[in-house]
């Protein structure tokens, strides 16, 4: 079965500093990836997705992510945050014919002045 | 504007009621989910429908059920037999071809007293 490890429960960044959030999928043919956002109380909001070609995306609010096959990774990452970026943060997989998306447990981020 | 509502925010019902959350979308999306989310585990898939008229249970469709009458409509009703009802649920739609890439709406909160 697929599964997506977040291996990161809580992440704290100063104001400014730069993010990575890791993301591991476990299936081996080329999935499809997907990083959303959920503030508190709200539903999730699609950051950026993953189909196929250029490994680097690029997604709103300033993130991008890179896929890298030989480490089954999807990481997030932005240069510089803001206060407003603290939030959870899901990465999730599907693949070819998968009627389902399978999600990581989430990564919480605080952000300090 | 598209997209998708749920109705109420918030719900509070005794326990042993029976309960049922909206879930409808104005996207024109074929598949619609339902998700119930708690703290630090994550989305948990409950049902899914990917027609009308048809849908599959999930991981933790106990205790749960759905109908799926009109394309734009999916409730999913919180039977008494759910023996820890009291989540953050999440309704979800995507269309034919888009590899899982799903659209949230905004969540109920039900507290079961």
């Known amino acids: 079965a697929q599964s997506v490890t977040q291996p990161d429960i809580h992440i704290t960044v100063s104001e400014g500093a730069s993010l990575e959030l890791r993301c591991n999928y476990s299936?081996?043919?080329?999935?499809?990836l997907f990083w959303y956002v959920q503030s508190p109380g709200q539903g999730l909001q699609l950051l950026l997705k993953?189909?196929?070609?250029?490994?680097l995306v690029q997604g709103i609010k300033g993130f991008e992510a890179e896929f890298k096959r030989s480490q089954s990774s999807f990481n997030l990452r932005k240069p510089s945050v803001h206060w407003s970026d603290a939030a959870e943060y899901f990465c999730a997989s599907s693949n070819f014919g998968n009627e389902k998306l399978t999600f990581g447990t989430g990564t919480r981020l605080t952000i300090i002045p | 504007d598209g997209g998708i509502t749920q109705s109420p925010k918030y719900l509070f019902r005794k326990e042993g009621q029976n309960v049922t959350l909206s879930c409808e979308q104005n996207?024109?999306?074929?598949?619609m989910y339902w998700y119930r989310q708690d703290p630090g585990q994550g989305l948990r898939l409950i049902y899914y429908?990917?027609?009308?008229?048809?849908?599959q249970k999930g991981d933790i469709a106990e205790g749960y059920s759905v109908s799926r009458e009109k394309k734009e409509s999916f409730p999913l009703t919180v039977t008494s037999a759910q023996k820890n009802p009291t989540a953050f649920y999440l309704c979800a739609s995507s269309a034919s071809g888009t590899r899982n890439e799903q659209f949230f709406g905004p969540g109920t909160r039900l507290t079961v007293l």
């Open positions: 299936y081996g043919a080329t999935p499809y």
């Open positions: 429908s990917q027609i009308v008229n048809d849908f």
């Open positions: 996207l024109n999306h074929d598949a």
């Open positions: 993953y189909f196929s070609g250029d490994t």
